[in-house]
């Protein structure tokens, strides 16, 4: 993937990376047409454990929406992916993955494929899609679009990201690339065959309102990956982007106590638990 650009003096196409002492590394993948920024808080609060932090720039990702467009072996992406799991595993003795939503696939594509890390979180979990997406990929790769005017997400009005950061991205992603989510509802098809391969700690976190990816998920996740510890929770009123919400620093607490448990192994890694917070908390 040598050809693809980057934009090196833009603060918002950089990958973020936190460094400490620690032989652990948490690797966060993030979403389809966004960038390390959008998990910049989340890396911060992670790093407040004493582990290191890295959050890669995506391939093709990090310019603008004509950039994604420009993929035309989408399965390349989660090879890259795999690549760098496989480095980190190397320099590490313990790796724990977030992947939110496109990142989730990068995620559970390496997984699947035996290359495990010590602990994996997912956020908005693709592994089934809503029916309007279904059919929007349907309507997509009938009428050959490859995007879509963009919805303003509800992050605008939480304070998560800054409004320099906002302002760069209303301008150089306005539109949606349709044609990789066509090509992640497709392969979600293979990789559910992969899902019992899985024997990491996993934690899955969903909102009730996800209009991208179906409330059936993580159920449908959690019953096939052979995971000793397993926990899922359910953010009530929760949409895609839980790490952009209202809801991020509630979320950070379990994400922090969930890293903490697999690192001291103090605790059972036999459990599953369900948890629902309310937006009412």
């Known amino acids: 993937m040598s050809n693809i650009k980057k934009d090196q003096n833009n603060v918002f196409s950089r990958n973020i990376e936190y460094k400490s002492d620690s032989s652990t590394c948490v690797l966060i993948f993030h979403g389809l047409s966004s960038t390390p920024y959008d998990m910049r808080e989340m890396a911060e609060e992670i790093h407040q454990l004493g582990v290191n932090v890295f959050v890669p720039l995506l391939p093709y990702?990090?310019?603008?929406?004509?950039?994604?467009?420009?993929?035309?072996?989408?399965?390349?992406?989660?090879r890259w992916g795999f690549d760098l799991i496989?480095?980190?595993?190397?320099?590490?003795?313990?790796?724990?993955?977030?992947?939110?939503?496109y990142g989730v696939g990068i995620t559970l594509y390496s997984?699947?494929?035996?290359?495990?890390?010590?602990?994996?979180?997912?956020?908005?979990?693709?592994?089934k899609f809503t029916i309007k997406v279904r059919f929007l990929a349907v309507l997509a790769k009938l009428f050959g679009l490859k995007d879509i005017t963009r919805e303003?997400?509800?992050?605008?009005?939480?304070?998560?990201?800054s409004e320099e950061y906002l302002n760069w991205r209303s301008t150089n992603f306005s539109k949606f690339p349709?044609?990789?989510l066509v090509f992640a509802v497709k392969y979600v098809r293979k990789q559910n065959r992969e899902l019992e391969n899985i024997t990491a700690p996993i934690m899955i976190i969903h909102g009730t309102?996800?209009?991208?990816?179906?409330?059936?998920?993580?159920?449908?996740?959690?019953?096939?990956?052979?995971?000793?510890?397993?926990?899922?929770?359910?953010?009530?009123?929760?949409?895609?982007?839980l790490h952009l919400s209202n809801f991020?620093?509630?979320?950070?607490?379990?994400?922090?106590?969930?890293?903490?448990?697999?690192l001291n192994e103090s605790q059972s890694l036999e459990t599953e638990r369900i948890i629902t917070i309310s937006s009412m908390f």
């Open 86 to 101: 496989e480095s980190k595993k190397q320099e590490f003795e313990k790796l724990i993955i977030i992947g939110f939503s």
């Open 248 to 262: 991020r620093f509630k979320i950070y607490k379990y994400i922090k106590q969930f890293i903490t448990e697999i």
């Open 152 to 161: 303003r997400s509800d992050y605008y009005t939480h304070g998560a990201l």
């Open 111 to 127: 997984q699947a494929q035996k290359m495990e890390a010590d602990g994996i979180i997912l956020f908005s979990v693709g592994s």
């Open 178 to 180: 349709i044609s990789q």
């Open 61 to 78: 990702h990090g310019i603008n929406y004509q950039e994604i467009n420009r993929i035309e072996d989408s399965e390349a992406v989660y």
């Open 209 to 241: 309102e996800d209009s991208i990816t179906s409330q059936k998920a993580p159920k449908f996740v959690m019953e096939r990956v052979k995971s000793r510890k397993k926990l899922t929770i359910y953010i009530q009123e929760g949409k895609h982007s």
